[in-house]
C-alpha cells in the first residue's frame, strides 16, 4: 500500500519543514504550500490525502483557504486539519464548526504528529 499523502500549508518556513520531516519519519509522503492560493492549487492537482492548515496567514487564512477548497469539486472532500496557536475554547469551537476533521495546537509536538493525525483521520 502507498503511503499517505498529507499537504501541509503554512506560511511559516520554519512550521512547514519541521512538519515535513516529522510527518516523512512517520511514513507519509508530503506536499508543502507557503500560501493558501498556493495550497488550493496543490490540493487541486495532487489530490492528498489530508491536509495540515495553518489558521493565522496573510492574505488568506486558514479559514478562508478551507471554505475555497470546498467550493470545489476536486478538492471539497479531502479531509483537513486545523494547525492554530489559538487555543482558547472559543476559537475551538469557532473553527471546529466550520467542519474541518480535527484541530492542533501549534506549536505541535514533532515527536506525536505523525500519530496524531492518524488519530484525527482514523488511519
Known amino acids: 500500500m502507498s503511503p499517505k499523502r498529507i499537504l501541509i500549508i503554512d506560511d511559516e518556513d520554519d512550521i512547514r519543514e519541521v512538519a515535513a520531516i516529522t510527518l516523512e519519519i512517520g511514513g507519509f509522503e508530503v506536499l508543502t504550500a507557503s500560501t493558501g492560493r498556493k495550497g488550493i492549487e496543490c490540493a487541486a492537482a495532487e489530490q492528498p490525502d489530508a491536509i495540515l492548515l495553518d489558521v493565522m496567514m496573510p492574505e488568506l487564512d486558514g479559514p478562508a483557504t478551507f471554505a475555497m477548497l470546498r467550493q470545489f469539486q476536486a478538492t471539497r472532500d479531502i479531509p483537513v486539519i486545523f494547525l492554530t496557536a489559538k487555543v482558547q475554547s472559543a476559537d475551538r469551537r469557532c473553527l471546529g464548526s466550520l467542519g ?8 505541535f509536538d514533532p515527536n506525536s504528529l505523525a500519530s496524531d493525525i492518524s488519530a484525527a483521520l482514523g488511519w
Do not use: L, S
Open 100 to 107: 474541518a476533521r480535527a484541530i492542533m495546537a501549534k506549536p
